[in-house]
């Protein structure tokens, strides 16, 4: 029993002190004020190809840094990318971008986004290169653009076609006796976010809007790939159903230019940059060279600014922090942004699937605040869908690109019971005292009522009212047109386009040069983004507290942690939602 104690005391100790110094370690870090970069000559931007890109990434070194297994994986910022390629097409230093690798987790719009992006710089006149030895799909999509992009001749080619996966829970809630209460608005037949929860299958519904919102992305993802190649629609769609896999028979379609291992690419490389080896040629990445570009328009003084409000993520009430769209935060930006003099427009740039009806109410709240006296306009990314539209709706103008997901107008009440899960299988009985006979609800050892579900659905249908009002208020549309595209269904950008959910294709550059001119300050202006990043050593030491308590529970709870996620990520889905499917993968 001592030995046992001397263990415990010891590795309490021991990781105190391993905290203690990382704590110490990051503190110094956070300290040191980073020089000025300078470029030097002889320069290419490497853009990694193998990473995940968000809208705009924390201001944190130590992003998503686990101290316990010491693994580092950053997110990059989509801003970073863009203002780095914008900038360095006209630095006489850069000569030229590689792209390194070829597995992008990045949404279909991001690529878009980053492809464009890639396509201006090279009006330069400049070089883009790559190399990889595994090219997925969305890699494909950007090494397209590139002047030679070379494959490992052993490597892999991933071409086989756009999937939509959707993953459902009904089964797995059963085996641990939960049964979710689905309250879906009237008539929102595409209101597919609660399926997961009601069957173990796809709907008819949801099965004819994927296909159609999958027919106009792979299509949109076609078009671009042929526009950059000498191959057809046709032809492409051809090696997709042979699901194209060998880097030879890319480069000998003119998929890729060719095949070559990294020396080979160096030597490919030095050559370009009139150099003798590779050591000679300077590397940079995009958020390193984006640091001294102003991204937030803080250095200098200028009295025009465009406001870019950054929403990605769930749509929740509180807080939220960068990758959370939190009702209170998002709210209080865009409303800094219109009481601000030097504030001329404001963009609201959105990545999100929605979430919280009564949070996208309160943000929305804050756009029609805003648009009675500046321009206000929505930029919308990957997703923005369901709360996402909703907070977008009434902005001056909308933009997305073709192979955005939006729309989904329609709403949803979701409850869990868990009477069999306390009482059969943990032997857990609530008893309770109410005044009134609908006092009690919520509490999870009993179904609703009939009478309940009535109140509740009410309470739903008028929520989905207020939707389809808010959209026909700031699109200027019918009512009665808005359910009949509404209803759930999803569309594409460029389907949103055609119906008018949509006003414009283009991505964040073209709503931020939008709102300039509607301002009048298109001559003269400076880009500010909103809401303020957290500070680097507060935002690791917050997600170090709710990362080892969370571990440490895990850790205790073995096989069975499963359903502890499980029963977490649905009781953050309670309530009354807009909200998009809950697991909707597009690959």
Same mark, same amino acid.
């Given at each position: 029993?001592?030995?046992?104690?001397?263990?415990?005391?010891?590795?309490?100790?021991?990781?105190?002190?391993?905290?203690?110094?990382?704590?110490?370690?990051?503190?110094?870090?956070?300290?040191?004020?980073?020089?000025?970069?300078?470029?030097?000559?002889?320069?290419?931007?490497?853009?990694?190809?193998?990473?995940?890109?968000?809208?705009?990434?924390?201001?944190?070194?130590?992003?998503?840094?686990?101290?316990?297994?010491?693994?580092?994986?950053?997110?990059?910022?989509?801003?970073?990318?863009?203002?780095?390629?914008?900038?360095?097409?006209?630095?006489?230093?850069?000569?030229?971008?590689?792209?390194?690798?070829?597995?992008?987790?990045?949404?279909?719009?991001?690529?878009?986004?980053?492809?464009?992006?890639?396509?201006?710089?090279?009006?330069?006149?400049?070089?883009?290169?790559?190399?990889?030895?595994?090219?997925?799909?969305?890699?494909?999509?950007?090494?397209?653009?590139?002047?030679?992009?070379?494959?490992?001749?052993?490597?892999?080619?991933?071409?086989?076609?756009?999937?939509?996966?959707?993953?459902?829970?009904?089964?797995?809630?059963?085996?641990?006796?939960?049964?979710?209460?689905?309250?879906?608005?009237?008539?929102?037949?595409?209101?597919?976010?609660?399926?997961?929860?009601?069957?173990?299958?796809?709907?008819?519904?949801?099965?004819?809007?994927?296909?159609?919102?999958?027919?106009?992305?792979?299509?949109?993802?076609?078009?671009?790939?042929?526009?950059?190649?000498?191959?057809?629609?046709?032809?492409?769609?051809?090696?997709?159903?042979?699901?194209?896999?060998?880097?030879?028979?890319?480069?000998?379609?003119?998929?890729?230019?060719?095949?070559?291992?990294?020396?080979?690419?160096?030597?490919?490389?030095?050559?370009?940059?009139?150099?003798?080896?590779?050591?000679?040629?300077?590397?940079?990445?995009?958020?390193?060279?984006?640091?001294?570009?102003?991204?937030?328009?803080?250095?200098?003084?200028?009295?025009?600014?465009?406001?870019?409000?950054?929403?990605?993520?769930?749509?929740?009430?509180?807080?939220?922090?960068?990758?959370?769209?939190? &009702? %209170?935060? /998002?709210? @209080?930006?865009?409303?800094? =942004? $219109?009481?601000?003099?030097? *504030?001329? !427009?404001?963009?609201?740039? #959105?990545?999100?699937?929605?979430?919280?009806?009564?949070? &996208? %109410?309160? /943000?929305? @709240?804050?756009?029609?605040? =805003? $648009?009675?006296?500046?321009? *206000?306009? !929505?930029?919308?990314?990957? #997703?923005?869908?369901?709360?996402?539209?909703?907070?977008?709706?009434?902005?001056?103008?909308?933009?997305?690109?073709?192979?955005?997901?939006?729309?989904?107008?329609? !709403?949803?009440?979701?409850?869990?019971?868990?009477?069999?899960?306390?009482?059969?299988?943990?032997?857990?009985?609530?008893?309770?005292?109410?005044?009134?006979?609908?006092?009690?609800?919520?509490?999870?050892?009993?179904?609703?009522?009939?009478?309940?579900?009535?109140?509740?659905?009410?309470?739903?249908?008028?929520?989905?009212?207020?939707?389809?009002?808010?959209?026909?208020?700031?699109?200027?549309?019918?009512?009665?047109?808005?359910?009949?595209?509404?209803?759930?269904?999803?569309?594409?950008?460029?389907?949103?386009?055609?119906?008018?959910?949509?006003?414009?294709?283009?991505?964040?550059?073209?709503?931020?040069?939008?709102?300039?001119?509607?301002?009048?300050?298109?001559?003269?202006?400076?880009?500010?983004?909103?809401?303020?990043?957290?500070?680097?050593?507060?935002?690791?030491?917050?997600?170090?507290?709710?990362?080892?308590?969370?571990?440490?529970?895990?850790?205790?709870?073995?096989?069975?942690?499963?359903?502890?996620?499980?029963?977490?990520?649905?009781?953050?889905?309670?309530?009354?939602?807009?909200?998009?499917?809950?697991?909707?993968?597009?690959?």
């Amino acid at each position: 029993m001592k030995s046992f104690l001397k263990m415990l005391v010891a590795s309490i100790l021991g990781g105190g002190i391993l905290i203690f110094i990382i704590f110490i370690f990051f503190a110094s870090l956070a300290s040191i004020q980073s020089p000025e970069l300078e470029v030097l000559d002889n320069t290419v931007l490497r853009i990694d190809m193998n990473t995940r890109y968000v809208e705009r990434a924390q201001n944190n070194p130590f992003d998503s840094f686990d101290p316990f297994s010491g693994e580092l994986e950053s997110a990059v910022g989509l801003d970073h990318v863009i203002a780095a390629l914008k900038a360095a097409k006209d630095d006489p230093k850069i000569k030229g971008v590689f792209l390194d690798g070829g597995i992008p987790m990045a949404g279909s719009a991001t690529l878009k986004d980053i492809r464009e992006a890639i396509l201006d710089f090279k009006s330069s006149g400049k070089f883009v290169y790559g190399y990889t030895e595994v090219l997925t799909q969305k890699g494909l999509y950007l090494a397209s653009v590139a002047d030679s992009f070379m494959v490992n001749p052993e490597g892999i080619i991933e071409f086989s076609g756009m999937s939509a996966n959707v993953t459902y829970y009904r089964q797995a809630l059963d085996n641990i006796g939960v049964k979710p209460v689905v309250l879906r608005a009237t008539g929102n037949k595409f209101k597919s976010a609660v399926e997961p929860f009601l069957s173990d299958s796809m709907s008819t519904a949801n099965r004819l809007q994927l296909t159609e919102l999958l027919g106009s992305v792979w299509g949109q993802y076609l078009s671009d790939i042929s526009a950059s190649t000498d191959l057809s629609v046709e032809e492409l769609n051809a090696m997709a159903d042979n699901m194209l896999t060998d880097p030879k028979v890319a480069a000998e379609v003119g998929l890729i230019q060719g095949l070559a291992y990294q020396d080979q690419v160096d030597e490919m490389l030095s050559k370009a940059m009139a150099v003798d080896k590779i050591s000679a040629v300077n590397f940079i990445k995009p958020a390193k060279y984006a640091r001294n570009l102003d991204l937030n328009g803080n250095s200098g003084y200028n009295e025009n600014r465009v406001a870019v409000i950054v929403a990605q993520g769930e749509i929740q009430s509180g807080e939220g922090d960068e990758y959370t769209i939190g &009702s %209170e935060r /998002i709210a @209080r930006a865009i409303r800094k =942004a $219109r009481e601000s003099d030097k *504030v001329k !427009a404001i963009v609201l740039r #959105v990545n999100s699937p929605g979430g919280s009806a009564l949070a &996208s %109410e309160i /943000i929305w @709240r804050e756009m029609d605040l =805003a $648009r009675q006296v500046k321009p *206000v306009i !929505a930029s919308m990314g990957d #997703v923005a869908a369901s709360g996402g539209y909703y907070i977008a709706c009434y902005a001056d103008t909308i933009l997305a690109q073709e192979n955005t997901v939006t729309g989904s107008i329609g !709403a949803f009440g979701l409850f869990f019971t868990a009477e069999e899960l306390l009482h059969d299988k943990l032997g857990i009985n609530i008893e309770t005292v109410a005044t009134n006979k609908h006092s009690d609800l919520g509490v999870m050892d009993r179904d609703l009522t009939p009478s309940e579900k009535r109140i509740l659905i009410a309470q739903v249908d008028q929520i989905y009212g207020t939707f389809k009002e808010r959209v026909a208020t700031g699109r200027g549309m019918d009512i009665s047109y808005v359910d009949s595209i509404g209803q759930g269904r999803v569309y594409s950008g460029q389907q949103a386009l055609n119906l008018g959910l949509v006003d414009m294709m283009g991505g964040l550059d073209e709503a931020i040069a939008l709102a300039a001119e509607k301002a009048g300050i298109s001559a003269d202006y400076g880009v500010i983004s909103y809401p303020e990043l957290e500070d680097p050593l507060q935002a690791f030491l917050k997600e170090l507290n709710q990362g080892f308590g969370s571990a440490q529970i895990k850790k205790e709870l073995g096989q069975y942690a499963y359903y502890l996620d499980l029963i977490q990520n649905a009781e953050k889905r309670q309530g009354f939602q807009t909200r998009l499917e809950f697991d909707l993968q597009i690959d």
